[in-house]
């Protein structure tokens, strides 16, 4: 169990917190955002061996990636039976494959005749045959046809069915593992999971998904997205309505933490600027100052509602704005919705390499995906919509891969100019930050105690992962 303590404001930037601006909340948050969880965590440098390192990314292989659960579609990629999904990580390739009783199981990806591949993309299936011979299975996983059927009556009895990794359906997560041991992922997950329940995901769709190749490890680009504080240097036209050092990190369990940074306040980097100066920014940035946008609001219709000197009164602005744009667009009734729950950013992680943010509108889902070599991974990135109130939930749109050569910007007609942008700054610094950690001369890192202490706790799981401390069981 976690020790849940008071932080200190000695660890903290001194301005008002995120959990004080719940407080102030013109609606009441949920409780689990005011539980603040944190643990004593080490102060020591980090090795980049974790991150540049062949042997540590063997062992990751080895010893974390077949024994926890992974982000691995969206149900709404293959809503229909016969549906299918390709998902690929390390070396390992699974084939998604949506049942007729609305169940999906996840088969090894590879033909048991000469194991070639049985898909290399998704799509509808009638059966499962492979391209080489033509091998065919069922949809099901048992075995259909086996051309030259004389040729292998050493065959005849033998278990030929597709072999299986483990499903979980979640919140609309397709989730997989090939530990049959392990808990449920919900259990897995701990308390955290009961976290999406109020946001009804399952009803979401993926309505945009960009996936790029970064050159800098996987955890290197990750832990880019845990800490809020790389604003104030990489991404300052955020500083204007974005509380990045007032963000509040809570560690659960080992699978899980997050960041929350509020939205709709001056960041406490900036002096001398005033409410309305952060109702401009963040209109500027959400929809280049159009007049019509679900996050602007008239000063002309503020009222007693809104004392003039209260120094959330843009941040209470915003959220009623939305509340009103978003029930018209969506036709949900978001008047009960807490400030909090529709402006600010949930960085949720789920251990390892998953990140679905909370909130009643529009969230971002992170995926990070290792490289072949230590020194480069693949980053995805989708939008996960509410389906508007009555009308069927949209299939997935298709992934947009970027090419190497290309920005973020080059997909800013699915991404938006504003959010591209900040992807781009991220990724000017992660290839400088991977070969960096390569020219240190001791060959370590240092840490933020605070801001930085989801990375910690990261690799302290990834720690137990390695040393076998983590799964309780080993897998089948």
Same mark, same amino acid.
């Given at each position: 169990m976690n020790e849940i303590r008071p932080i200190e404001p000695a660890d903290r930037c001194p301005a008002m917190s995120y959990t004080e601006m719940l407080e102030r909340d013109t609606r009441r948050p949920p409780d689990y955002l005011f539980e603040e969880s944190q643990r004593p965590m080490s102060t020591a440098p980090l090795p980049v061996d974790a991150y540049v390192s062949e042997a540590f990314a063997r062992l990751e292989r080895e010893r974390m990636w077949p024994n926890v659960w992974l982000f691995a579609a969206r149900e709404e990629e293959m809503p229909d039976p016969g549906d299918t999904v390709v998902f690929e990580i390390n070396d390992r390739s699974f084939l998604l494959v949506r049942q007729e009783d609305g169940s999906i199981r996840a088969f090894y990806n590879a033909c048991l005749h000469r194991g070639r591949k049985l898909r290399?993309?998704?799509?509808?299936?009638?059966?499962?045959?492979?391209?080489?011979?033509?091998?065919?299975?069922?949809? #099901?996983?048992?075995?259909? =046809?086996?051309?030259?059927?004389?040729?292998?009556?050493?065959? =005849?009895?033998?278990?030929?069915?597709?072999?299986?990794?483990?499903?979980?359906?979640?919140?609309?997560?397709?989730?997989?593992? =090939?530990?049959?041991?392990?808990?449920?992922?919900?259990?897995?997950?701990? *308390?955290?999971?009961?976290?999406? @329940?109020?946001?009804?995901?399952?009803?979401? !769709?993926?309505?945009?998904?960009?996936? &790029?190749?970064?050159? $800098?490890?996987?955890? $290197?680009?990750?832990?880019?997205?845990? =800490?809020?504080?790389?604003?104030?240097t990489t991404h300052?036209?955020?500083?204007?309505?974005?509380? #990045?050092?007032?963000?509040?990190?809570?560690?659960?369990? #080992?699978?899980?933490?997050?960041?929350?940074?509020?939205?709709?306040?001056?960041?406490?980097?900036? &002096?001398? &600027?005033?409410?309305?100066?952060?109702? %401009?920014?963040?209109? @500027?940035?959400?929809?280049?100052?159009?007049?019509?946008?679900?996050? +602007?609001?008239?000063?002309?219709?503020?009222?007693?509602?809104?004392?003039? #000197?209260?120094? /959330?009164?843009?941040?209470?602005?915003? $959220?009623?704005?939305?509340?009103?744009?978003?029930?018209?667009?969506?036709? !949900?009734?978001?008047?009960?919705?807490?400030?909090? %729950?529709?402006?600010?950013?949930?960085? !949720?992680?789920?251990? *390892?390499?998953?990140? *679905?943010?909370?909130?009643?509108?529009?969230?971002?889902? !992170? +995926?990070? /995906?290792?490289?072949?070599? *230590?020194?480069?991974?693949?980053?995805?990135i989708r939008m996960l919509y509410p389906t508007p109130k009555g009308q069927p939930r949209p299939r997935s749109v298709e992934k947009t891969v970027i090419p190497d050569d290309q920005p973020f910007s080059w997909a800013a007609d699915k991404m938006g100019v504003a959010l591209a942008n900040v992807f781009d700054q991220d990724l000017a610094n992660l290839p400088h930050v991977q070969t960096g950690m390569k020219a240190l001369r001791d060959g370590r890192i240092e840490l933020g105690a605070y801001q930085e202490s989801r990375i910690r706790h990261f690799h302290e799981t990834l720690q137990k992962y390695l040393n076998g401390e983590l799964p309780a069981s080993a897998s089948r």
């Amino acid at each position: 169990m976690n020790e849940i303590r008071p932080i200190e404001p000695a660890d903290r930037c001194p301005a008002m917190s995120y959990t004080e601006m719940l407080e102030r909340d013109t609606r009441r948050p949920p409780d689990y955002l005011f539980e603040e969880s944190q643990r004593p965590m080490s102060t020591a440098p980090l090795p980049v061996d974790a991150y540049v390192s062949e042997a540590f990314a063997r062992l990751e292989r080895e010893r974390m990636w077949p024994n926890v659960w992974l982000f691995a579609a969206r149900e709404e990629e293959m809503p229909d039976p016969g549906d299918t999904v390709v998902f690929e990580i390390n070396d390992r390739s699974f084939l998604l494959v949506r049942q007729e009783d609305g169940s999906i199981r996840a088969f090894y990806n590879a033909c048991l005749h000469r194991g070639r591949k049985l898909r290399t993309k998704g799509g509808p299936a009638v059966n499962l045959r492979c391209p080489f011979h033509g091998f065919t299975w069922n949809n #099901d996983g048992t075995l259909k =046809e086996i051309p030259c059927a004389w040729d292998f009556r050493h065959l =005849e009895g033998k278990d030929m069915r597709l072999p299986e990794a483990r499903v979980n359906l979640w919140q609309g997560f397709v989730m997989i593992t =090939e530990n049959w041991q392990i808990p449920d992922f919900a259990e897995w997950l701990g *308390p955290a999971a009961r976290h999406y @329940e109020r946001y009804d995901f399952p009803n979401r !769709y993926t309505g945009m998904w960009v996936a &790029k190749r970064i050159a $800098a490890n996987w955890k $290197a680009t990750a832990e880019a997205f845990m =800490e809020a504080w790389h604003s104030i240097t990489t991404h300052p036209q955020l500083l204007g309505f974005l509380g #990045d050092a007032n963000s509040r990190y809570d560690l659960i369990g #080992d699978h899980f933490n997050r960041a929350i940074t509020p939205s709709g306040v001056l960041s406490p980097h900036l &002096k001398g &600027k005033d409410q309305l100066y952060v109702l %401009e920014k963040m209109a @500027e940035f959400s929809s280049g100052g159009d007049a019509n946008s679900t996050r +602007r609001f008239n000063p002309a219709e503020m009222d007693d509602r809104f004392p003039p #000197d209260d120094p /959330l009164l843009a941040r209470k602005l915003l $959220a009623e704005a939305s509340r009103r744009g978003f029930t018209e667009q969506l036709g !949900y009734d978001y008047s009960e919705a807490s400030d909090t %729950e529709l402006l600010d950013n949930f960085t !949720y992680n789920i251990f *390892p390499n998953f990140s *679905p943010w909370i909130g009643f509108l529009p969230t971002l889902c !992170y +995926r990070w /995906l290792p490289g072949d070599t *230590p020194d480069w991974c693949t980053m995805e990135i989708r939008m996960l919509y509410p389906t508007p109130k009555g009308q069927p939930r949209p299939r997935s749109v298709e992934k947009t891969v970027i090419p190497d050569d290309q920005p973020f910007s080059w997909a800013a007609d699915k991404m938006g100019v504003a959010l591209a942008n900040v992807f781009d700054q991220d990724l000017a610094n992660l290839p400088h930050v991977q070969t960096g950690m390569k020219a240190l001369r001791d060959g370590r890192i240092e840490l933020g105690a605070y801001q930085e202490s989801r990375i910690r706790h990261f690799h302290e799981t990834l720690q137990k992962y390695l040393n076998g401390e983590l799964p309780a069981s080993a897998s089948r």
